[in-house]
Nanobody
Framework: QVQLVESGGGLVQAGGSLRLSCAASGRTFSDYVMSWFRQAPGKEREFVSAISWSGSRSMIWYADFVRGRFTISRDNAKNTGYLQMNSLKPEDTAVYYC????????????????WGQGTQVTVAS
């Protein structure tokens, strides 16, 4: 089992920045892919970014709508993942979820076994 706890959400003005954290426990952190999804009111949960770890290398994926603005990272020693969000836009407003799965990267939320409780990000115009 893996337990995930997000933090770092909040209210920010358009153009501002936030850094989300995802603290993991229960299993060796480097064993799994860590991803961020988001869900806005009335919309489906969508993929934001993912990071895997293999040996000493990580692989990263981004949704097109955050590429160049968001940066995903992980610190295996601290069992924590991060999502640095810059140049935020009002359309980035959503609940952001950290998720994990064993195995290869996947962009569909249905493929993830473990989820955090979510953290609200609100971007004011």
């Amino acid at each position: 089992q893996v337990q995930l706890v997000e933090s770092g959400g909040g209210l920010v003005q358009a153009g501002g920045s936030l850094r989300l954290s995802c603290a993991a426990s229960g299993r060796t952190f480097s064993d799994y892919v860590m991803s961020w999804f988001r869900q806005a009111p009335g919309k489906e949960r969508e993929f934001v970014s993912a990071i895997s770890w293999s040996g000493s290398r990580s692989m990263i994926w981004y949704a097109d709508f955050v590429r160049g603005r968001f940066t995903i990272s992980r610190d295996n020693a601290k069992n924590t993942g991060y999502l640095q969000m810059n140049s935020l836009k009002p359309e980035d407003t959503a609940v952001y979820y950290c998720a994990a799965r064993i195995g290869r990267y996947h962009g569909s939320p249905s493929e993830y076994n473990y989820w955090g409780q979510g953290t609200q990000v609100t971007v004011a115009s």
